[in-house]
Nanobody
């Protein structure tokens, strides 16, 4: 299983970015997908997740600003990030869970300037 994340970059506070993560080598539609982030000096934390049935879950810090979605036909998950804040600056990792197996993408850097 391979996950390839993209879409990070530098954006001003209040701006938007959309992250994408393409998966290969697995039954994508049966998997739970997620986005995590890790800022310097901090632990990796869950940002959002979406189940195979479409149930979503968000960290309190991003509720109302970020939206996770999936396109099973394209084996791709997305994270739409709006009203970005400097504290959203981090490396963002996509994640796929199938049963007891967990897979990670390589990470994409998001930098939000004030």
């Amino acid at each position: 299983v391979q996950l390839q994340a993209s879409g990070g970059g530098l954006v001003q506070a209040g701006g938007s970015l959309r992250l994408s993560c393409v998966a290969s080598g697995t039954i994508f539609s049966s998997s739970t997908l997620g986005w995590y982030r890790q800022a310097p000096g901090n632990q990796r934390e869950l940002v959002a997740s979406i189940s195979s049935g479409g149930t979503t879950n968000y960290a309190d810090s991003v509720k109302g600003r970020f939206t996770i979605s999936r396109d099973n036909a394209k084996n791709t998950e997305y994270l739409q990030m709006n009203r970005l804040k400097p504290e959203d600056t981090a490396v963002y990792y996509c994640n796929l869970r199938m049963g007891l197996n967990v897979y990670w993408g390589q990470g994409t850097l998001v930098t939000v300037s004030s």
